[in-house]
């Protein structure tokens, strides 16, 4: 039977002819070198993962993994667990928040359950269920060992199924209540930082209830003791069924050279781990924005990728990764356009000392 580690032993290193490639076709365009600073690493980076410097995006698809998280029960957030099954079916219906950002995007939103808690099932939800939400992280470990290894497993299968069926380019979300939790509790515990560090409001705690979650963080990483040399173990203890499958998902889209958009705080927890079990896979990560939790953007230093957006958002869904994309649009749009140093009559720039 495939496992994630399958999946991590086919990802191989970036093409980096086709990189010094893309950077010659950015070079040769009549305008000053390097001027779309991030954008035109990121178009270069897609054309190593490509292997190709014909850069397409036509095809668009967010994966929104949902999943509840057991640390709810703490007061760790300001509403309860039945929103994250009311927000999937309201994103595979089409009247979530992200949804009119995703249509202006030209891009396909897919909700997926990993372990929504006692959802019925929905039509235009993906069945991916891997049990019924996590344990609650402050009195024991979120999950088993094999149940986190199943939602990596499943998040991988759901990105290289939609790269066969065409995808130029997944969006990795989320949503899970108390998600927050998990994902600065999975940072606290890689990274070896304090709670007060990393734990913001989420989605609006007030001050009572962000000492608590921080209080309920430093007891769940005491009780657990996560193994922060070992992704799936801290995942295991301290993370949740979304986190994993966002981490299956980004080694998936790796394997299969397919790009994969980071969203904020906690895709960006789930793509750390996926780099720490397979340092190879930062080929197919493009991080969206900083998010407006603390620590944000030092998540993303740790795997050297610089978001070319700082807006303090924390919607979650994919929104600020759905954001991207028109911004690349126009980048590829220029990258495109053949309007090189001669057509226009003009000197070529060359580097200068």
Known sequence: MESIYDIIKQITLADEAARRAARRQWDSLAKPLG?????????????????????????????????????????????????????????????????????YANCRVIPADVGILDFPGHKDVLDRRVRNGTDDLSLGPAMTRDECLAAMLSGAKLA???????????????????????????????????????????????TSGLARKREVIRRALALNKPD????????????????????????????????????????????????????????ALFPSHNS????????????????????????GEGGGAVMLLPLLDMALALYRSGQSFGRLGIEAYTPQE
């Open 35 to 103: 001027s779309l600073g991030v954008f035109e690493d990121m178009i270069a980076k897609l054309a190593a993962l490509k292997g190709d410097i014909d850069v397409r995006m036509d095809d668009r698809r967010l994966l929104v993994f949902c999943a509840d998280n057991g640390v709810v029960r703490q007061g760790v957030t300001q509403c309860e667990s039945d929103v994250t099954a009311k927000v999937a079916v309201a994103l595979a219906e089409n009247r979530s928040s992200v949804n009119p950002m995703a249509r």
């Open 160 to 206: 290289r199924e939609n790269a066969a069926d065409g995808a130029d380019i997944l969006l990795i979300g989320e949503m899970g209540i108390g998600n927050t939790t998990s994902s600065s509790a999975v940072i606290c515990s890689l990274l070896g930082l304090d709670p007060a560090e990393v734990v913001g409001r989420g989605a609006g705690l007030s």
């Open 228 to 283: 922060p040399t070992d992704a799936v173990d801290v995942l295991t203890k301290v993370g949740g069924l979304d986190l994993a499958a966002m981490c299956g998902a980004y080694l998936g889209a790796a394997a299969c050279n397919t790009p994969a958009v980071i969203d904020g705080f906690i895709s960006a927890a789930a793509a750390l781990c996926a780099t720490l079990l397979c340092p190879a896979a930062e080929k």
């Open 292 to 315: 407006g939790e603390r620590r944000g953007a030092a998540v993303l230093d740790v795997f050297d990728l610089a978001a070319p957006l700082s807006a303090e958002m924390r919607l």
